[in-house]
């Protein structure tokens, strides 16, 4: 769910040209995702898989927000902010704590070298859902 709820949180979270008022929002989303975790339960009501899912949760997190503490960009801050409300809001949706796979059509008959794959590979990269913008890079 962290995924989801990892949320692509990037901010700085030692409040470096942050305002007050992203700061908190920052923190109050990260706090959320730990309340989250805590009450977490697995769709199939195994424990196992529960406290997989709830570990999932806090690591995603744990990574995210680490990696993006030292942001200063107002609006790749707002991004991130976006991207983790998404995620938050689409796991409690559908239950899964991990990212929900984008279906987009295979890269088709085109050459691995050349201006198809180019251009198939920059409309796959331009159509990736918001909440999906940091997943690639920590996977």
Request: hydrophobic share 35%.
């Amino acid at each position: 769910m962290m995924t989801q709820f990892s949320l692509v949180l990037n901010w700085d979270l030692t409040g470096t040209k942050m305002t007050p008022v992203t700061r908190r929002e920052v923190l109050g989303l990260y706090r959320k995702i730990f309340r989250i975790a805590k009450k977490w339960q697995s769709v199939s009501g195994q424990m196992e898989d529960t406290i997989k899912e709830k570990q999932y949760i806090i690591n995603e997190a744990k990574t995210l927000f680490q990696k993006n503490k030292n942001l200063t960009d107002p609006e790749v801050i707002h991004q991130c902010i976006e991207e983790c409300k998404a995620r938050v809001e689409i796991g409690l949706h559908y239950n899964i704590p991990y990212p929900r796979p984008i279906h987009l059509p295979p890269m088709g008959l085109a050459q691995k070298h050349g201006r198809t794959f180019q251009k198939q590979e920059k409309l796959r990269k331009l159509s990736k859902p918001v909440y999906l913008k940091s997943y690639d890079e920590i996977s």
